[in-house]
C-alpha cells in the first residue's frame, strides 16, 4: 500500500538522482568519454585536475564572485528589505516591483544584460549623458571589467529574492524590544544596528548560504554574456565542467572529477552555514 | 569561449558563408581500398539533407521523382536534419554503422568521415563527371588524394563596401584592399579620418585571415597547431593596435550578440566580407545605409585565396547499394539540377556549365544581381583557400579566445598566440 | 541565482516552510513626514534599477528599423513606435515554436511534479512504511546537491534511455522537485488526526481517504506547488541546453539566447522576444504572489 505513494518518485529519483550520482563517483576514476565506455585509472583524473591550471583559474574567479557577490548581495538585500519594511501607501507596489526579477528567467536576463552592458549600451550612454564618463566603459570587452559585469548581473537578480526572506523575518521581529530601546533613547539607526538585525541574524546567514551556493553554480551569466571571454577571464567553474564533459568536450571520466570537487566546495559551504548557525543559537 | 552555432531553418543554406569560413583541405587522408561502385542502378536508399525541408521540399521532391522515373524500380527514400545536429548524428551513424546511402554534408562534417576513409573516393567512382564541376569545389571536398564528395552548392562572399564611410574618410575612388594586410592598413586611415571602424573581425574569419597571411594553422598531419608565426604575430598586433585606434568596433570581442553585419548595417564598420544573400537583410533593417552600399570583389581572390563554402554529396563505402548512391549523387549534382536549386536560392552551383548560365552573367541591373555575379567569377577564376579539415569550428573557437586578450592590448600577442597553440594542440590530441 | 525554491537547487532542505505561512504583512508604523520622504526617494532609486533596464528593452522593441538603439537620454523614447519587432519575433524567427515547447515541458513537468509531490508527501506524512526514516535522511542529504555535479551523469542515462533531443528527456530528470515533497509533506502534516479518524468510522479506504479528505484539505499547498513548479521549468536553462540538440525543440530560455548569438539577430526583435518571455512567469507571479510568496518566504524562516 505505501508502495503506490512511494513507487513513482522511487523509480524517478532512482533513475535520475541516485544513478547519476553513484555514477559520478564511478566516472571520476575512469577515462570514459561521453559517448560512454572508459576504463578504470585509478586517481588520474585526480591527479590531472590538480595540476591544471585552467581549473585552477576558474575556481578563483568563482571564489572572487562570491567573494563580492555574497556580501554584496546579504547587505543590499537587508538595507532593501528595512527599505520596504513600512506600511507608507503605495510601498505594496513597489515591493511586488521590487520582487519581480526572482521570477524572471535568468538566460532572458542575461541576454537582456549584454545590450545593457555594451559600449553604447543603457549603463554607457546613462554615465556618458550625465557627462561622467568620456569613453565608454568596456563593462565586457576588459579582462579585468568582465567578470564584474557579470556580478553587476547576478546581484540584480539574486537581491529579490534574499530581500524577500529577509523582509520575511523582519515582519517578524518582535516590537516590544523596538519600543523599549526607543524610551531608553536609542535613535533609529541604533535601534536597527543592536536591536532588529540581530534578531534576523539566522535568516541573515541563511541567505548567505543560498547566495553563495548558487553563485558556485553560476553558469548562464558567463555562457551568454561573454562565453567565458575576454580570453577565459569569465570562465567559472560550472562552464569549464560544461566543456569538458558537455560542449564540444567529451571527457565524462575528467568532468565527473570537477563536479565531484565542485560538490565538495557546496558541502563546505553547507558546513559553514551550520556551524554559524549553531553559533548564532547558542 | 563558447561557441554558438548559427540560426536554423530555411535560413541555413544562406547562412552557410557564416558558418565555414575558408573550404578546406587535409594533406593527409588514407586512400584506402577502392569500392566497386558499378553494377545495375535498382532498389532503395536513403537520401539525407541538412536543413532543407520545407523550403525546399518540392525541389528535392521533384529531383527524386525525376530520378526514379529515368531508373525505373528505384526508390529514394527522403529525410532532412537539422544542420546543428549533423555532426553529432553522421558520428553516431558511423559508429552504428548507418549512414545513409547518399549524404549532404558541409565540409566540417565531412572531415572525420574521410579521415577514417569510411566515403567512397569520388575521382574514381565519378571520375566520368569530374571535370564538370569547378576546380575550387572539387578541391575543396579532396582529402589527401581521395575526394570524398561530390560537389553540390556553394557560398562564396562578396566584399560589401559603405561608399559613404569611405568617402568621408577620403578614400572614394581607390581601389579595393588586396588582402587582409592592406584592410588593417585602410582601416587604420579610416578610423583616423572619422571615427568609424574599417571592418569587424570575427571568430569564424580568422583562421581565413590568418591561412591567407601564410599561417599554417596546424601541422601537416593535424595533430599540433601552429599558430604562433611572425606572421600571425604582427597580425594580432596590427588588430590590437586598431581596437586601440577605433579601426575595429570597440566590442569585438564581446560581440556575441552583435555580428559583424549588425554593425555594418549601423554604419559603424565601411567593410564587410559575406555573403550576397545578406544584402537583403541589410535592405530590410537599414534601408539607409543599403543606399550607400557598393561591392567588390573578395579579399584576395586575385592571389592568397577567398573562402568558399561547399556542401559535398558523399556515399558511404558501407552502403549496400553502391551502384544507385552513386547514381543518384551524379543526378543530384547535374548542371541542371544545381541551376535549378540556385534560382530558387542564394547559393552557387558547383559545375562550371550552370555558372555560365545568363542568370549569373546576366548584366548587373541592381546590388543583387551584381553580387552574383560577381561571386560566380571568383568561383570560376579565383583562387581559394583550402583550410586543414581539423582547424573547424572548435578550432576557431578556442583560437578566438586566446587571442582576445592580446586584441584588447592586455598580453602581447606571442604570449597569446603560445597559449592559443597550447590549448588548439591539447584539443588536436584528444581527438 | 537561482532561487531557493526552485527544483534546480534541488531545494536546501533549510528552506522548507515549516508550519502556517507567516502572518500577514505586520509593518513598521508611518514615522515622520522627512523619513517618508527619504523613503520613497530610496525605493525610487531601488525600483528604478531594476525597472530601468526593462524598459530600456521595451523602449529598443518599439523602435523602427531605422532608429539607432543606442542612445539614451535623448533616444528612450522611440520617435515613431512600432509593433513591428513584436510581429517579426513571432513570424520571422521561431518564438511561437519556443514558446509551446515551454508550455509543454511546463505542462508535463508540474504534472509530473504535482503527483510525486503528493504522493509522496502524503506518505512520508501520514503512512509508517519501512525505511521512512532513512529516506528522509537521504532525502535531506540531497537536497544540497547541486544538479550541475550530477549534470554529466544524467546526461548519459538520459541518453541510454533514448531520451536525448525529447520534451520527456527535457522535463524526467528535473521531476522531481524536493522543494515540493516537504511543502507537501508539511500540508499532510498538518491535517488534524480527528478528521482521519472521522472518515476511517465511516468507513473509508486509504484511497478514497487520502482523494476525499486529504487533497481537499491542502489545496493551498497544491498551488504553491504549481505556480513554483510552473516558474522553475520557465526559468531552466543549463538542462535543455545540454540535452536538446534540435533548435526546434528548444525551450523560450534556450531558444533565445541562441537567437541572440545568431548572425542576423536584431537587436530591436531579441528585445521584444525576451520581453515576451517574461511576461507569463511575470504574470503568474502578479496574480499570486500575495499567497504564494508570502507563505514561502515565511516558511523559509524556520526551517
Known amino acids: 500500500m505505501p508502495l503506490v505513494f512511494v513507487g513513482p518518485v522511487l523509480i524517478l529519483q532512482g533513475t535520475f538522482l541516485f544513478t547519476p550520482l553513484v555514477n559520478t563517483f564511478v566516472l571520476a576514476f575512469t577515462d570514459a568519454s561521453t559517448v560512454g565506455g572508459g ?18 583559474a576558474a575556481v578563483g574567479r568563482t571564489f572572487a564572485y562570491l567573494a563580492v557577490t555574497v556580501p554584496v548581495i546579504v547587505v543590499l538585500s537587508t538595507s532593501l528589505a528595512i527599505l520596504v519594511n513600512t506600511s507608507l501607501r503605495g510601498s505594496s507596489v513597489v515591493r511586488v516591483l521590487l520582487f519581480s526579477p526572482m521570477v524572471m528567467p535568468l538566460a532572458t536576463i542575461a541576454v537582456m544584460f549584454q545590450f545593457v552592458l555594451d559600449s553604447d549600451g543603457l549603463i554607457n550612454e546613462v554615465l556618458t549623458g550625465l557627462q561622467l564618463i568620456a569613453e565608454p566603459v568596456p563593462f565586457l570587452s576588459s579582462s579585468d571589467l568582465a ?40 535613535g533609529w539607526l541604533r535601534r536597527t544596528w543592536s536591536v532588529t538585525l540581530p534578531q534576523i541574524r539566522g535568516t541573515t546567514i541563511l541567505v548567505g548560504v543560498l547566495v553563495s551556493i548558487a553563485v558556485l553554480r553560476v553558469f548562464a551569466e558567463p555562457y551568454i554574456i561573454t562565453g567565458g571571454g575576454p580570453g577565459t577571464s569569465t570562465e567559472t567553474i560550472v562552464l569549464y565542467l560544461f566543456q569538458k564533459g558537455v560542449s564540444p568536450g567529451t571527457q565524462a571520466g575528467y568532468a565527473s572529477a570537477i563536479s565531484l570537487v565542485l560538490f565538495v566546495f557546496v558541502l563546505a559551504a553547507a558546513a559553514v552555514s551550520w556551524s554559524l548557525t549553531r553559533r548564532s543559537r547558542t | 569561449m563558447v561557441r554558438r ?64 522515373q529515368q531508373y525505373p524500380g528505384t526508390t529514394v527514400t527522403w ?108 582601416s587604420a586611415k579610416i578610423a583616423a579620418a572619422t571615427g568609424k571602424a574599417g571592418f569587424q573581425p570575427t571568430e569564424i574569419g580568422l583562421p581565413c585571415y590568418l591561412l591567407s597571411l601564410g599561417v599554417p594553422l596546424v601541422n601537416d598531419d593535424g595533430t599540433k597547431a601552429v599558430v604562433n608565426t611572425p606572421e600571425a604575430v604582427a597580425f594580432i598586433e596590427s588588430l590590437a593596435e586598431l581596437h586601440r585606434s577605433g579601426g575595429i568596433p570597440a566590442d569585438t570581442v564581446s560581440a556575441q550578440q552583435r555580428g559583424e553585419i549588425e554593425t555594418f548595417q549601423e554604419g559603424k564598420t565601411a567593410y564587410l566580407e559575406t555573403g550576397g544573400s545578406r544584402l537583403k537583410i541589410i535592405e530590410e533593417n537599414a534601408p539607409a545605409v543599403y543606399q ?120 602581447p600577442a606571442e604570449r597569446a598566440l603560445a597559449e592559443a597553440e597550447r590549448k588548439l594542440t591539447t584539443i588536436l590530441e584528444a581527438r | ?45 531601488a525600483v528604478s534599477v531594476v525597472l530601468g533596464p526593462l524598459l530600456w528593452q521595451l523602449s529598443t522593441a518599439l523602435k523602427g528599423a531605422g532608429e539607432s538603439t543606442s542612445g539614451f537620454l535623448g533616444s528612450l523614447v522611440p520617435s515613431d513606435p512600432t509593433l513591428q519587432n513584436f510581429v517579426t519575433a513571432f513570424t520571422e524567427i521561431p518564438l511561437a515554436r519556443y514558446l509551446l515547447n515551454s ?101 473509508a479506504g486509504p484511497f478514497r481517504m487520502f482523494l476525499r479528505v486529504m487533497l481537499p484539505n491542502v489545496k493551498g499547498s497544491l498551488a504553491v506547488v504549481t505556480v513554483l513548479g510552473f516558474l522553475d521549468s520557465w526559468d531552466q536553462f543549463i538542462w535543455p541546453l545540454v540535452i536538446l540538440s534540435d533548435p526546434d525543440k528548444y525551450p523560450v530560455s534556450v531558444g533565445v539566447q541562441y537567437l541572440s548569438g545568431a548572425f542576423s539577430a536584431d537587436q530591436r526583435v531579441i528585445s521584444a522576444a525576451a520581453l515576451v518571455v517574461i511576461l507569463p512567469p511575470l504574470l503568474v507571479y502578479m496574480f499570486t504572489q500575495r499567497h504564494v510568496f508570502k507563505g514561502l518566504a515565511g516558511g523559509a524562516l524556520k526551517g
Request: charged share 15%.
Open chain 2, 79 to 186: 529525410n532532412d536534419i537539422p544542420s546543428d545536429s549533423a555532426a553529432r548524428k553522421t558520428n553516431a551513424d558511423a559508429v552504428a554503422n548507418s549512414l545513409p546511402d547518399v549524404m549532404d554534408l558541409d565540409t566540417a562534417t565531412l572531415a572525420p568521415l574521410a579521415r577514417k576513409d569510411l566515403v567512397v573516393d569520388m575521382n574514381t567512382a565519378a571520375a566520368d563527371v569530374k571535370d564538370d564541376f569547378v576546380d575550387t569545389a572539387w578541391q575543396s571536398l579532396t582529402f589527401g588524394q581521395a575526394s570524398a564528395a561530390l560537389p553540390w552548392y556553394l557560398n562564396t562572399p562578396i566584399l560589401m563596401k559603405n561608399s559613404e564611410l569611405l568617402s568621408e574618410a577620403g578614400l572614394a575612388g581607390e581601389p579595393d584592399p588586396a588582402g587582409y594586410a592592406e584592410l588593417v592598413e585602410v
Open chain 1, 39 to 56: 576504463s578504470f585509472i585509478g586517481l588520474d583524473n585526480f591527479t590531472a585536475l590538480a595540476n591544471d591550471g585552467d581549473f585552477w
Open chain 2, 292 to 411: 550607400q552600399i557598393t561591392l567588390g570583389k573578395p579579399l584576395g581572390v586575385a592571389d592568397e585565396g577567398t573562402w568558399l563554402v561547399t556542401h559535398g554529396i558523399a556515399v558511404p563505402k558501407a552502403s549496400e547499394n553502391l551502384p544507385t548512391a552513386v547514381a543518384f549523387a551524379k543526378f543530384l549534382t547535374s548542371s541542371a539540377n544545381q541551376l535549378a536549386l540556385a534560382k530558387q536560392s542564394s547559393v552557387f552551383p558547383s559545375t562550371t556549365a550552370a555558372l555560365d548560365d545568363a542568370f549569373f552573367q546576366a548584366k548587373p541591373t541592381d546590388l543583387v544581381t551584381e553580387a552574383r555575379s560577381i561571386a560566380a567569377d571568383s568561383l570560376t577564376d579565383g583562387t581559394t583557400i583550402v583550410r586543414p579539415a581539423s582547424a573547424d569550428a572548435e578550432f576557431a573557437a578556442a583560437l578566438w579566445s586566446a587571442v582576445q586578450p592580446a586584441i584588447l592590448g592586455e598580453v
Open chain 3, 1 to 45: 541565482m537561482s532561487s531557493v525554491l526552485t527544483r534546480s537547487t534541488r531545494g536546501t532542505g533549510r528552506a522548507v516552510p515549516e508550519g502556517p505561512p507567516a502572518p500577514g504583512t505586520k509593518l513598521g508604523r508611518p514615522g515622520s513626514r522627512r523619513e517618508a520622504i527619504l523613503r520613497w526617494t530610496l525605493m525610487l532609486v
Open chain 3, 103 to 203: 508550455a509543454a515541458i511546463a505542462a508535463i513537468g508540474v504534472t509530473v511534479n504535482l503527483v510525486i509531490a503528493t504522493l509522496t508527501g502524503y506518505a512520508l506524512a501520514r503512512i509508517p512504511f519501512r525505511g521512512r526514516a532513512v529516506y528522509m535522511a537521504v532525502l535531506l542529504a540531497t537536497a544540497t546537491l547541486p544538479f550541475e555535479v550530477i549534470l554529466v551523469s544524467t546526461l548519459l542515462v538520459t541518453r541510454n534511455l533514448g531520451l536525448q533531443d525529447t520534451l520527456l528527456g527535457v522535463v524526467l530528470p528535473q521531476g522531481v522537485a524536493i522543494t515540493s515533497l516537504f511543502v507537501m509533506r508539511q500540508a499532510f502534516r498538518g491535517i488534524p488526526n480527528e478528521l482521519e479518524e472521522a472518515a476511517t468510522v465511516d468507513g
Open chain 1, 147 to 186: 567578470l564584474f559585469s557579470l556580478m553587476l548581473v547576478t546581484i540584480w537578480k539574486g537581491c529579490a529574492l534574499s530581500t524577500l526572506i529577509t523582509l520575511a523575518a523582519l515582519q517578524n521581529v518582535s516590537e516590544e524590544l523596538d519600543e523599549a530601546a526607543s524610551l531608553d533613547g536609542a
Open chain 2, 5 to 68: 552555432t548559427v540560426i536554423s531553418g530555411p535560413l541555413a543554406v544562406a547562412s552557410a558563408l557564416a558558418l565555414a569560413g575558408c573550404g578546406l583541405s587535409d594533406g593527409s587522408a588514407p586512400s584506402g581500398e577502392q569500392v566497386d561502385t558499378s553494377g545495375e542502378v535498382t532498389g532503395t536508399i536513403t537520401f539525407q539533407t541538412l536543413q532543407l525541408s520545407p523550403t525546399f521540399d518540392d525541389y528535392i521532391e521533384g529531383v527524386i521523382a525525376d530520378f526514379e
